[in-house]
């Protein structure tokens, strides 16, 4: 294990533990968005209402999953309720709502964004938003004066600011600085009645578990008659399952926070592995050796001027200095002995031997006639006799 993959390890190591410590250290923040989920015990859930629904309703409420459109194109009903709870519904889901009312149904839509198909039924009116941080909730029944909502989180402050003659206000918003303002209310509408409430943060988880307000719930349902309540949970915008293969992951704290320190270590490993690879090593031509070269050319020189004593006495020279050096043999006198000695160490011929002490003495003499073929008989022998 080389130095710098230990210096990695270490760093990886180092994020590791920190990214632990702040896990288990972290503040687990609180979910505050108005989510109206029947499944969601986050502050602005619906999960206690879901719970508590069949209490409220004396165990007659029908939760349904279709859209009002589908659910009363394959069902006849009598006279019932219906309830819809901050649900986007289409148009065509409206129209079939307000068809089940018009024969006789009563429906009470507790909803912040009052949909256009109802505001035209019931008349006009505009809906104002105060931006007061706390208001209140109250009835305008003297039997429900006691009855009250205190909103300290996030009201939406919506209200009607004007109210079509023929219209019952059932609630209003009383804020501090600002004049009461109608939240509930109830319209005749052929046979039937809508409700129409525009602040469905009382029905949330926060404000249900404080005591108390479990009353003003009540008795804003008291209104609707005791008789079956179809409660429309989905509508077109229901949420659909997540076909996301990480779904179940990702919804687990613990598991989703192991995902990501696996991703995490994974992405460090490609990165440090990536480094750790040697680069493409340059390919670098050796130096040429020009010493062959080198020696062509000497020879070729030779060769032009035509001076073959000279080449002679050199090549002589070469070959006396590798008898000295590799052979060991005195080379001061070629005589008789010089060439047993030489004949004994290289294994050639005594004729091969004395032949080319002749030519060796011819090269060095200074006024022999040299030949080519001599220059040529005599490289021949010389590079026999030593290889």
């Not at 210096?7 to 533990?17: H, L, S």
């Not at 109206?36 to 029908?62: A, I, M, Q, R, T």
């Not at 680069?279 to 062509?296: M, Q």
Request: overall charge positive; charged content about 25%.
């Amino acid at each position: 294990m080389n130095k710098t993959f230990k210096i990695y390890a270490i760093i990886f190591i180092i994020i590791m533990v920190i990214l632990a410590l702040l896990e288990v250290n972290k503040k687990e923040v609180t979910d505050w968005r108005k989510n109206f989920d029947l499944n969601e015990k986050s502050p602005f859930g619906l999960f206690v209402f879901n719970k508590e629904s069949k209490d409220l309703f004396g165990g007659n409420l029908k939760k349904i999953d279709q859209t009002p459109y589908e659910y009363y194109n394959q069902n006849k009903k009598t006279s019932h309720n219906i309830l819809v709870v901050e649900k986007e519904i289409d148009k065509e889901s409206w129209r079939s709502i307000l068809g089940q009312v018009s024969t006789g149904s009563d429906a009470m839509l507790i909803v912040s964004k009052i949909p256009k198909e109802i505001s035209d039924s019931i008349g006009y009116y505009d809906s104002q938003i105060s931006f007061n941080d706390q208001n209140v909730l109250k009835l305008t029944d003297k039997n429900y004066l006691n009855d009250f909502i205190n909103l300290d989180k996030f009201p939406s402050g919506r209200g009607f600011s004007y109210i079509k003659p023929g219209v019952e206000i059932l609630g209003k918003t009383v804020e501090k600085d600002n004049i009461d303002q109608a939240n509930f209310i109830k319209v005749k509408f052929g046979k039937g009645n809508i409700y129409v409430h525009c602040e469905p943060l009382f029905l949330t988880n926060y404000y249900l578990l404080k005591p108390g307000n479990v009353r003003y719930a009540q008795d804003v349902f008291s209104y609707l008659n005791d008789k079956e309540t179809v409660w429309f949970v989905e509508a077109a915008d229901a949420k659909a399952t997540s076909r996301f293969f990480m779904r179940f992951i990702l919804s687990k704290p613990a598991l989703k926070y192991a995902w990501w320190v696996f991703l995490a270590g994974l992405i460090l490993f490609i990165f440090f592995n990536a480094k750790r690879k040697q680069r493409i090593v340059p390919i670098i031509e050796p130096l040429k050796n020009t010493s062959v070269d080198f020696v062509k050319s000497i020879g070729n020189l030779y060769l032009q001027e035509g001076d073959f004593h000279d080449m002679m006495a050199k090549k002589a020279q070469y070959f006396l200095n590798k008898v000295r050096m590799d052979l060991l043999i005195d080379t001061q006198n070629l005589d008789d002995e010089f060439a047993k000695k030489l004949q004994l160490k290289t294994g050639k011929t005594i004729e091969i031997i004395n032949e080319a002490i002749v030519l060796i003495r011819k090269a060095q003499d200074p006024y022999a006639s040299v030949m080519k073929e001599d220059l040529t008989r005599m490289n021949k022998i010389l590079d026999e006799i030593i290889r």
